[in-house]
């Protein structure tokens, strides 16, 4: 599998979440300006929404009729779009703090909002506990609550499983939480478990904790679970801990396979994409040392298949429905203010996938 750069688009500002039309024509970006943007994947041609978040807009989910778009952002609100008008209709207060993630279930009938403050909890400075449910799911028809879950603070992924009865959640210290939404009970998990490769305690400079899982992906055949992030360093300012992924066998949390050594260089790795074939699947990121930031992995042994350095930050990747396009969302740095005005900063490159 080779992925070959076929279009370079610029927005004005970085992009922190990515839908995509199931044919990859259209791309709906949510940028730290606040504002979401639809672009034409082709020409490039972006045009915001008339609604901005109060803050960074984190992600945004399009419903599967395609006539909806939901977004989520540091404000801790919920927007629901109309794509055709670009104009908000429903706005929901999800969360007191940020929500780091939004999620769809693959009916499109309910949106998963993770949130969530690193704040010590003790003296060796473990997360204090939350003080609001730090993962919530809404019905994303009409708005209302569905459930609210209870987490280590701050969660910073979440995903839904194919048939849309599972949710995973995972947070700063490695620990990824599954719930059945069938039969929630009392709330508690059906699956729960913890890896220490994806956080890193400073012992330089800074005395805290820092990491975290930022991508959760299942398999297409709902067989596991993928998470990516960074391993540990001794300084966690410096951001060049090791490029990482885990996949687990999400029923009994049992490992099935990481990174090998020698095909990662370091960095934050921010998303993960299985192709729709379920042969391979994709992480990304932000690069600190290296050759690339973006790389095919074989699920059949984990080898690395094919990279890419695109040398912008990515934050999200998506895969087109018949597997042939990637879209993928970031930032360009963030440039100094010329005049009281930005340049524009934010990123959508699209890939031919030849496999």
């Not at 059945?180 to 059906?190: H, K, V, W």
């Not at 912008?312 to 042939?324: E, L, S, V, W």
């Not at 930032?331 to 930005?342: C, D, L």
Request: charged share 20%.
């Amino acid at each position: 599998m080779k992925l070959t750069r076929t279009q370079d688009h610029t927005l004005p500002t970085g992009a922190l979440g990515l839908a995509i039309a199931p044919d990859g024509s259209r791309a709906f970006v949510a940028c730290a300006d606040g504002a979401i943007y639809e672009m034409d994947t082709a020409t490039g041609k972006a045009e915001p929404f008339d609604a901005k978040h109060a803050s960074y807009a984190s992600g945004c989910a399009l419903l599967p009729d395609g006539r909806t778009l939901i977004s989520a952002g540091y404000d801790g609100m919920l927007l629901w779009h109309d794509v055709e008008t670009r104009r908000c209709w429903r706005r929901v207060k999800a969360h007191n703090f940020w929500s780091w993630q939004i999620a769809l279930s693959p009916d499109g009938s309910r949106v998963a909002t993770v949130s969530g403050q690193y704040l010590p909890g003790a003296w060796k400075y473990e997360p204090a506990a939350e003080t609001e449910p730090s993962v919530k799911v809404y019905d994303a028809r009409n708005g209302e609550l569905v459930a609210a879950l209870g987490h280590t603070p701050p969660v910073l992924s979440c995903a839904f499983s194919p048939d849309g009865q599972h949710l995973a959640a995972a947070n700063m210290m490695g620990e990824v939480r599954v719930w059945n939404l069938q039969s929630l009970g009392d709330g508690q998990p059906s699956a729960q478990w913890t890896s220490p490769d994806f956080t890193s305690w400073g012992t330089t400079k800074t005395h805290h904790f820092c990491g975290g899982i930022y991508g959760l992906a299942f398999a297409p055949d709902a067989a596991s679970l993928l998470c990516c992030g960074m391993g540990p360093m001794n300084d966690p300012m410096a951001g060049n801990g090791k490029m990482t992924w885990q996949r687990w066998d999400w029923k009994t949390g049992k490992r099935i396979d990481q990174i090998k050594d020698g095909q990662h260089g370091s960095g934050l790795m921010e998303s993960v994409a299985w192709h729709p074939s379920g042969a391979h699947f994709l992480m990304a990121g932000r690069q600190a040392q290296g050759t690339w930031n973006a790389a095919i992995f074989s699920a059949a042994d984990g080898t690395l298949v094919h990279s890419v350095d695109t040398k912008k930050r990515i934050t999200h990747a998506r895969f087109t429905a018949d597997g042939n396009t990637l879209i993928i969302a970031g930032a360009n740095g963030q440039p100094p203010r010329k005049q009281g005005e930005w340049a524009a900063w934010g990123k959508v490159q699209i890939y031919r996938v030849e496999v």
